[in-house]
């Protein structure tokens, strides 16, 4: 082992303590904050000071005298306390004199939103090196340059050019693009997902990807990590880790550059090249890790992941309540290889009880629309309770309640005999029952550590995750049985992968 | 020409001429009408009526006064005026004698909702011979059993169990499921596809699906058709005609039942076996038709056929406010079977004119989060114009509004010297130039006879497609680049199969 890969490894050790402290600061400067609405200074300030960061905050511009309300500084020397983290929004040229005053004041960290460096020219590549070398000099750990932000919901840190608030969770983000992830974080918020850190890694010039999935192996609030790549730097080092990482905590890529579109791409927009792909690809599906073809592909496996039991094998019960969405979910399974078991004359006899006597009597269970709400359960849990079911896809109870809202609107219009309390009834209990489903099913989950996921058919606007309050998994409802099925079925693969 | 297939081609001619009065009723009899909500006589009545359907509306019931503020009737002879249109709802055991008052009006169709026929038992199954006999011998129409409603925009008649009320517009929709047609039904409505019919076809024990096809072809309101199908009685016939007709009007079909496991489940729910799934997915290519995977898919093909030009060749201009969004759709671009083509020096150099020097410059035109909202039209348009592009995607315009208002949101909240009024007037600037912006691709669309399709790449509240008052084409905004680029890849297909 020579001293420079000596040294790059002390800074490694270095780094992932580093990398804790940054993501957990007690306060921040924004260095180049403005009042201009939408400048970078502008839109970071005010998404920290809007999500409530529990920590300090110093706006630093030597023109202002008060930002949100808050005293600016002229410099970030000037600022009498205390600074974790700073995020520097100025123009490139300033960055590197900022950057010493950084670690003049001692700065533990520093987020470098500013673009302008490897990704744009010759010029710009000598200016990332000049910080590198800086940063390395004085001991500073660098996220970024051209970074769209960080998101740290468990300090209240949400320091990103959009405004999304993700709920505090179990998933890690790290994105190689920050338009790309910035839009992602968004959906994670629509649709549920619990974040414990989004990372906008920018142009890498410090801190790799690598880096941070070396630090989230041990962060024990991240259980799934999500990575948007389009080039890594020391490939053998990141499979390595990946592969490692990915038996605890499992790692779903989508890989940027894929086709020669994409790397010409990519390539005009990080100024990296993104290296071969059958070898990338090669080595995911050695390592075992979830590469992903598209972006929302991320979002969906990373609801799943962190919010249910893994299946312990490919048997599938499928629960509906209307046929055709029973058949096209089973032609999903058998399409990614999930078996549709016949059920035994046990678990029909006891469904049966409550349903009409021309109901399917088979996998998938087609409730003929019944308006019981105990059977939906019955069936669900019948399965579950079988050893012949290692999941169970439970389609349109949940998500049921728009229609039924719609209905009741019409009923209200129209029907001056309707009686309103008895709709209002209606309308609360149709509403409650979708807790309870959801409720029971995750109570189900933890029984019989068995995943049910659900489908709601309806654009909802709960989302795709919903927890319970006091349980260790929460209820999932995708909108479409595609988005259900492929996710059991990478799920199926994962748990054949590290059970192996 | 034996006698049978005489009588049946001549039931035919009369077919096709008795859907379209059924179709554009002048007046309907409700027949089951019922005040218990939830009831399909409920259902159904409750939806005519509050979906404001134009001509007169009869409820019949022995036991009832007064439904929805009409006078209902005892027996659907007991109606003094004519009636073009029934549904009846009532149990299976009445519906012959039902039928039979229904020929004695007059009633030119019936739309039987009632289920308990061939889907169930043998006992079901002779109950439906006698009704196909009743309706043979009286020449009554009929539509179902066992289907969940039909919806005819252009009469204001929404008549099914689900209130969902999609807009008038050129996309037919007939399914062999009713469950999930009146949920994909629900869905066109929130993504704005308009629709020119939808019909339930239930067990099609008169009108089949090649029937109401071959109605479509000679219907001037619809131009897209789409079909769930889970078996075709006679194949040979829906063939022929779906060829014929694919060739003015895009077919796009999914089939349910593709897998062992789809067709165990549809022959429990439809009592019918859907036949060799590679003879139909053959014959399916042999005619052109868009054979699609799952559900989302045909309303994704609906919008985009319904609303863009068809592009004359592969070759896509992708433009993108962000480095990441442009490398995904690139991506997508060439594993769809798209070429993403270099753009020449003077598109660059028109276009740089109005960004920074570290631009792209090149295809994806990547415009690195211009504010300048003239730029990503002119982009768009010096693509257009270019004879080496087909077809543009564009990425993040249309849809970041959502974003914005979160960030003016925060500014509001935590910036005491933000001017309100600026903040309202960027508000209103930014809500309107999504308009703008969607009505100049829509003219550029007309202009230059290529299509231009839209990524959200947000949740929004409006939908897909959003129309332009005058003009032939209409803005389509898919939430993703995949869905994007495969609309546009089976555009191609379809073009290149229709030109061969």
């Not at 402290?21 to 998404?47: C, D, R």
């Not at 005053?101 to 020219?121: N, Q, R, Y």
């Not at 998101?151 to 990103?160: D, E, M, N, S, V």
């Not at 709400?373 to 439970?394: F, Q, R, T």
Request: proline content about 6%.
């Amino acid at each position: 082992m020579n001293m420079e890969s000596l040294q790059k490894n002390s800074l490694r050790g270095k780094l992932a303590s580093g990398l804790d402290a940054l993501f957990n600061p007690g306060s921040v400067a924004v260095i180049g904050a403005s009042s201009t609405f939408a400048k970078w200074g502008q839109m970071i300030l005010s998404n920290i000071v809007s999500g409530h960061f529990q920590g300090k905050v110093f706006p630093v511009n030597p023109r202002e005298k008060v930002l949100c309300g808050l005293p600016v500084y002229r410099h970030i020397q000037d600022i009498p306390e205390t600074v974790d983290l700073a995020f520097i929004t100025t123009p490139a040229h300033a960055v590197p004199s900022i950057l010493e005053g950084c670690a003049e004041k001692g700065v533990k960290g520093v987020v470098l939103i500013t673009s302008g460096f490897s990704e744009t020219d010759e010029a710009g590549k000598r200016l990332e090196k000049d910080i590198v070398s800086i940063c390395r000099e004085k001991g500073l750990t660098l996220i970024g340059p051209n970074t769209m932000g960080i998101i740290c919901p468990y300090a209240g840190l949400f320091a990103t050019g959009t405004h999304a608030r993700p709920r505090k969770g179990s998933v890690a983000f790290i994105s190689q693009s920050g338009n790309l992830g910035n839009q992602l974080i968004d959906w994670a918020e629509q649709q549920g997902i619990g974040i414990s850190l989004f990372v906008g890694s920018g142009n890498e010039a410090v801190v790799t990807c690598t880096d941070y999935l070396e630090y989230l192996e041990h962060d024990p609030r991240t259980n799934i990590i999500m990575l948007y790549i389009e080039s890594v730097g020391e490939g053998r080092r990141f499979f390595e880790a990946a592969r490692r990482i990915n038996r605890k905590k499992p790692v779903v890529i989508l890989k940027g550059g894929r086709t020669q579109a994409g790397q010409v791409a990519a390539a005009s927009h990080t100024g990296a090249m993104g290296g071969e792909v059958t070898v990338f690809r090669a080595a995911c599906r050695q390592a075992g890790l979830l590469n992903v073809a598209v972006p929302s592909e991320l979002l969906d496996l990373s609801a799943g992941f962190s919010s249910l039991p893994l299946p312990r094998g490919n048997r599938v019960g499928i629960v509906t309540l209307g046929g055709g969405w029973g058949v096209v979910t089973a032609d999903a399974c058998n399409e990614k290889g999930l078996v549709v078991p016949d059920i035994p004359p046990e678990i029909i006899e006891t469904v049966g009880r409550y349903l009409p006597p021309f109901w399917s009597k088979g996998n998938p269970m087609d409730l003929v629309g019944t308006r019981d709400p105990d059977v939906p359960l019955v069936a669900v849990e019948e399965l579950l309770k079988w050893e012949g079911i290692d999941a169970v896809v439970s389609l349109g109870v949940v998500g049921r309640f728009g229609l039924i809202r719609q209905m009741i609107q019409s009923t209200r219009e129209v029907d001056p005999s309707a009686s309103p309390v008895f709709l209002d009834q209606v309308e609360a209990f149709s509403h409650r029952y979708e807790e309870k489903y959801t409720t029971r099913i995750v109570e189900f989950m933890e029984t019989y550590e068995k995943p049910v996921i659900g489908v709601s058919l309806a654009k909802t606007d709960e989302g795709t995750v919903r927890p319970v309050a006091g349980r260790r998994y929460s209820g999932v409802f995708y909108q479409t049985p595609e988005s259900a099925v492929n996710v059991l079925a990478r799920m199926v693969s994962y748990q054949a992968f590290i059970g192996s």
